[in-house]
Nanobody
Framework: QVQLVESGGGLVQAGASLRLSCAAS????????MSWFRQAPGKEREFVAT?????????????YYADSVKGRFTISRDNGKNTVYLKLNRLKPEDAAVYSC??????????????????WGQGTQVTVST
């Protein structure tokens, strides 16, 4: 089981940026597909972004985004630090939610269904004011 701890959330104005971090306890972090999900009050959990396992490919790990965040959010990973990041740019009020990271060893790409993930962090709150 992977222990995941998110950080970096906060209150920002619309148009601002944030960088969320998710630190993993697992030494084999590089073998995990890592993803971010979010959940706003009264809404279902929503897929945000995912990044593939570490790879020796020169092009780096693959990433995939929800249409609602494509072009504004960027997911990345640092396998030396066992950490996955989510950079949120040009934030909108509708981006406000609790953001959680999740880890999984397998599944078909892209792994967008939260039910496929076994390990979750506790979440970090992102609030966007107008």
């Amino acid at each position: 089981q992977v222990q995941l701890v998110e950080s970096g959330g906060g209150l920002v104005q619309a148009g601002a940026s944030l960088r969320l971090s998710c630190a993993a306890s697992e030494r084999t972090f590089r073998n995990y597909v890592m993803s971010w999900f979010r959940q706003a009050p009264g809404k279902e959990r929503e897929f945000v972004a995912t990044i593939s396992r570490a790879t020796i490919s020169r092009s780096g790990a693959n990433s995939y985004y929800a249409d609602s965040v494509k072009g504004r959010f960027t997911i990345s990973r640092d396998n030396g630090k066992n950490t996955v990041y989510l950079k949120l740019n040009r934030l909108k009020p509708e981006d406000a939610a609790v953001y959680s990271c999740a880890a999984d060893l397998g599944g078909s790409w892209p792994l967008k269904d939260g039910r496929e993930y076994d390990d979750w962090g506790q979440g970090t709150q992102v609030t966007v004011s107008t």
